[in-house]
């Protein structure tokens, strides 16, 4: 039965893709006839069991069960032919997309070029995303992690750096400022065909003897080992010479492993960043191991041969004294490294430096936004030395790779950050050029946030703590962190994790694609603008939720702010309503209401989803996972409204601005807004209500509506920790 339901949908497979029909057809009849073999076998067992088997039938019975194997294996290499085609496919689709924008010389051109790219990110999204919990191998699955968080993080600024650009087509820095959001994409996309093929042949610079993947910031081949495993490799030929004793052979191992540790060392003691105190440290152990060496070496070469089998007391000595030397060098780089990241954290230039070059850059001090680019390219500069610290006492390789990817990006978006600032202050009073530099300003504080979480995670693996963190699940139901006990996550599946990221990808997209058409009104300040606006702030902050960032803190304000999301929508649909009344009759009009009698609709779907009752894990989940879902319906919604809105007004010249609508902006918890929330570990557990982890415990405020017309909505950016 088993083997009939596989070949079932090895064949459907076959049905499907021509290339490969007549091969699968192949296998599949392979495991019928060896399957039918094996059912043969067994039934003569059953009618006859107390008959002992010859030696014959056994080897039939195997001879058919490596048949089956065989067939079996065939099958699923074919079927995984096909999904590397598909992503590799979805890949190439999303690489003609991103030279379509680059062309775009329009902002409507520009805005249906999004919206292609917007769906063909989800669909490699989520074929990447299945891919990536195929693979077997951490190595390259931390590549292929790290690949999409590029293109993930780059979407928004792909956004604000074309907008920026089409508005001010002759500006240079962003130009310059666009290009490098292309070339990060386009090699984060190199890697993804890299990891998928299994180092296969790929376009651009990104091949196997590629040794850093440029601003994409993920290794893809074996660079000069670490400080970890040059001391690993060192200890191991130490206690290799126990059994093998010290003769010319080991004795070159011994020396050759030696230079090789003092070289990974010498990256801490040429450190600017790296006190007098450390260096000198590590300089006299480097200089003990040399000298603990030696005196293995003598040792060693005076033992009799002839005896080699009696183990040497003074050899012993040697060995204890030269791997305990190793243990305090291991020791002292580690000191360096995390003292080196404390150093970071505890002078928090970052938030100073960009808010100095906004200052500078909203007044069009260009002079006094090249001096503090100056001190920006230092303070960039010091953390690409504490990554590079870091990947050398990491002792995973996912470590290595993410310290890697981390510096990498430091790398690149320090000239993106410069050229965004620059930008801003040859057009101080461009709102796009301001929305831009935000987006720039944000995704470095993510990083500084992603690098405490790799500080964090470095040293707890140093510290012998190798259970990691769960960067994606829900928060676990309670009294809203009021709860006294200690309480243990309980993690979601792959697949369930998979499903929220997937989701609030979808939803990010969809709030990129409003606001690109929002940007379109040439009176952004009316009633539709606005209300589509403060819904895309809202349905921004959601998908900040499936990443564990943001200002939601909980499943219950999750459901609170999908209550304000119906509001919101409600309201839309009235002032719509109010609108499409000064249209004249035709196809446009019928249009425009065929796309708003729907809002009623998902508004009312919404609504009655967020009032459900939910009890335990399963359900809690089902009803996030539905609220999700529908407030994507909803603000896709939305879109087709706003757009064909626009289609109106432009066709028929309606002067409508209708009333004064106050914009959104979230209550951030004072509870977590001083401390790093947990690398934004959401929970599940089962139980009523819901909870979140926080620093102290506290409910987080509820969404609410600001009273000021001055206060900025929620910006697509969060200075909540990165996950």
């Known amino acids: 039965m088993a083997v009939e339901r596989f070949v079932k949908v090895g064949e459907a497979i076959a049905r499907e893709n021509s290339e490969i029909q007549h091969d699968m057809y192949e296998a599949c009849h392979e495991a019928k006839i060896a399957g039918s073999r094996i059912q043969k076998l067994m039934d003569a067992k059953i009618d006859d069991p107390g008959t002992v088997r010859t030696l014959a039938e056994k080897t039939t019975m195997v001879r058919a ?31 003609g997309s991103l030279s379509y924008i680059e062309s775009c010389t329009t902002f409507a051109e520009f805005v249906k070029a999004f919206s292609q790219f917007g769906n063909e990110m989800v669909e490699l999204a989520h074929l990447s995303g299945d891919r990536q919990n195929d693979l077997k191998s951490e190595k390259s699955r931390t590549q292929m992690s790290s690949a999409r968080a590029v293109l993930e993080k780059s979407t928004m600024m792909l956004l604000t750096t074309s907008k920026t650009l089409l508005r001010h087509p002759e500006c240079v820095t962003a130009k310059q400022n666009r290009d490098r959001v292309f070339t990060q994409m386009r090699k984060a996309l190199d890697v993804i065909h890299y990891v998928a093929t299994d180092g296969g042949h790929v376009s651009g610079d990104v091949s196997p003897s590629t040794t850093v993947n440029g601003d994409s910031g993920i290794s893809l081949s074996q660079h000069k080992p670490t400080a970890f495993k040059a001391i690993k490799e060192f200890e191991d030929q130490v206690e290799i010479t126990r059994v093998t004793l010290v003769g010319p052979h080991t004795e070159a191992k011994l020396l050759g492993s030696l230079e090789a540790l003092i070289e990974t060392m010498q990256d801490f003691t040429d450190s600017a960043y790296t006190s007098h105190e450390h260096r000198e440290r590590i300089l006299m152990v480097c200089e003990k191991l040399r000298h603990e ?60 430096l960009l ?62 950050v410069i050229q965004a600032s620059k930008t801003l202050a040859s057009y101080p009073v461009s709102k796009i050029a301001n929305e831009n530099f935000e987006v720039f300003a944000n995704a470095w504080v993510t990083h500084i946030n992603d690098l405490s979480v790799l500080v964090k995670d470095v040293n707890d693996v140093c510290q012998g703590k190798t259970d990691r963190q769960v960067y994606l699940s829900l928060p676990r139901p309670g009294k809203h962190g009021a709860t006294t006990r200690g309480m243990k996550p309980v993690h979601l599946s792959t697949e369930e994790q998979a499903k929220i990221a997937k989701l609030g990808l979808e939803m990010k997209l969809l709030t990129s694609e409003m ?96 009032k459900l009752q939910t009890v335990g894990k399963a359900a809690t989940f089902n009803k996030v996972d539905k609220v999700i879902q529908e407030t994507k319906c909803l603000m896709n919604a939305v879109s087709k409204v706003v757009n064909a809105c626009f289609i109106c007004e432009t066709k028929y010249n309606i002067n409508y601005r209708g009333h004064v609508v106050s914009k959104w902006c979230p209550a951030v918890p004072s509870s977590t807004s001083s401390a790093l929330v947990e690398a934004g570990a959401l929970v599940v557990d089962a139980g009523e209500r819901e909870s979140v982890r926080s620093s102290n415990g506290g409910r987080p405020e509820p969404f609410r509506r600001s009273s000021s017309l001055t206060n900025k909505p929620t910006s697509h950016s969060s200075s909540h920790d990165q996950l």
Request: charged residues 30%; aromatic residues 6%.
């Open 65 to 95: 069960a490596r048949r089956l194997l065989s067939a079996i294996t065939k099958v699923l290499i074919l079927a995984d032919r096909i999904v590397i085609r598909q992503l590799l496919t979805a890949k190439e689709k999303v690489h």
């Open 293 to 352: 060496l030696a005196v293995l070496l003598r040792v060693g070469a005076n033992l009799d041969q002839r005896v080699s089998s009696v183990m040497s007391q003074d050899l012993e000595m040697a060995i204890l004294k030269t791997r305990e030397t190793s243990r305090t060098l291991k020791k002292q780089a580690i000191d360096t490294a995390m003292d080196q990241a404390s150093d970071v954290f505890k002078l928090n230039e970052d938030h100073e």
């Open 355 to 416: 808010a100095a070059l906004k200052s500078a850059g909203t007044n069009g001090l260009k002079e006094r936004v090249d001096e503090l680019s100056v001190k920006f390219e230092e303070h960039a500069d010091q953390l690409m030395e504490v990554c590079k610290l870091l990947k050398h006492i990491s002792g995973t390789e996912s470590l290595i790779i993410w310290s890697e990817h981390i510096k990498s990006l430091f790398m690149s978006q320090t000239a993106e």
């Open 515 to 610: 606001d690109a058409e929002a940007e379109k009104w040439e009176e952004p300040e009316n009633e539709v603008v606005q209300r589509a606006k403060n819904m895309s702030s809202m349905a921004f902050s959601i998908y900040l939720f499936t990443r564990g960032e943001g200002p939601l803190k909980t499943t219950q304000d999750l459901f609170t702010q999908a209550e304000y999301f119906v509001e919101e929508g409600a309201k839309l649909f009235k002032t719509v309503k109010e609108f499409a009344s000064q249209v004249p009759s035709g196809v446009h009009k019928t249009e425009l209401t065929t796309f708003l009698d729907r809002l009623p609709v998902y508004c009312q779907q919404l609504n009655f989803t967020i």
